[in-house]
């Protein structure tokens, strides 16, 4: 792992020179970063043959707070490196039978450091280039493309001219030809990142759109590109990506700009809800012989089953 093998070059540059049980930790990581990565200090203490206080000590000596803020920073250096078999690797040394608790406990992590890492400068800024935008696209491929779908779907409320960005019959680069100054694009990727969602964003750059991403870290190349940056936090020692926590995030998002336009927003609800409960769009609404305009009959119910 070259990132690991220059942080320890530029450490022992500096003068302050590894010991032997630091050597060992260093050269475990650099060799089997996708095994050491969700280690505890235990766990790669043990695999290595040093105490857990040896790895503790070690993480300070490479210049941080505690071991916890060391793996982070390399889950965050090697994330996009995993491969689905790695992944995969990882996550069958899970006991089945704990699994849920684990999963969970991983998401309720994942959204706390969310919360401890977001910006909430950024994120307002976010919501008023949002608000001023003649046109919204929304971008997210593969794992990501549920959030993307999700995004779109409650936009599309609040916005009137909403773009949902996807891989089907066209090229993505033929939906987004129309991006102009006054547009935005938000690009959602999370390790492995989407190739083809940064090209996207490159290219909205150059037509002078402004662009957005949601994603794990101002270490993902997404964040290069953007002119801002959401981060959720994704860790989760599985081939599974973990979406709580940027699922969140943009329920937040959305929220918050439904809150802006609010007296729009409440007008345009009451119409939908008389549609939904006209055309019976959701269970609970009124039945079909409530129609305004059609007889039991050619709702297709009859008299008997009125009841």
Request: overall charge neutral; aromatic content about 8%; glycine content about 6%.
């Amino acid at each position: 792992m070259q990132d690991m093998q220059d942080m320890i070059d530029r450490l022992n540059q500096s003068g302050k020179r590894l010991s032997k049980g630091h050597r060992k930790i260093a050269q475990y990581i650099v060799e089997h970063y996708d095994k050491a990565v969700f280690m505890t200090a235990s766990r790669l203490g043990e695999s290595v043959g040093v105490s857990e206080s040896t790895v503790v000590r070690f993480a300070a000596a490479m210049g941080y707070e505690g071991y916890p803020q060391l793996q982070r920073s390399l889950q965050e250096l090697v994330s996009h490196r995993l491969t689905a078999n790695q992944r995969f690797e990882m996550a069958t040394e899970l006991d089945p039978s704990a699994a849920l608790t684990t999963v969970l406990k991983s998401d309720m992590q994942n959204l706390r450091n969310t919360l401890e890492q977001v910006e909430q400068q950024v994120f307002d800024e976010v919501v008023q280039r949002l608000l001023n935008a003649n046109a919204v696209y929304v971008m997210g491929l593969r794992s990501a493309a549920p959030l993307a779908q999700f995004m779109g779907y409650y936009l599309n409320y609040i916005f009137d001219n909403v773009h949902l960005v996807s891989s089907g019959a066209t090229d993505v680069f033929e939906e987004i030809i129309k991006l102009r100054e006054n547009d935005v694009l938000i690009g959602i990727s999370f390790p492995r990142y989407s190739t083809r969602t940064l090209e996207a964003m490159r290219f909205a750059k150059r037509c002078g759109a402004q662009v957005v991403a949601i994603t794990d870290g101002p270490m993902s190349p997404l964040a290069e590109i953007a002119d801002l940056s959401l981060t959720a936090r994704t860790d989760m020692a599985s081939f599974v990506d973990s979406l709580a926590a940027p699922l969140s995030l943009i329920n937040a998002l959305l929220v918050t700009l439904g809150l802006h336009r609010k007296q729009a927003l409440s007008q345009h609800f009451k119409q939908l809800e008389s549609i939904w409960e006209t055309y019976e769009v959701y269970l609970g609404g009124r039945r079909p012989w409530g129609c305004p305009f059609l007889t039991p009959g050619d709702c297709g119910w009859s008299a008997a089953r009125r009841g």
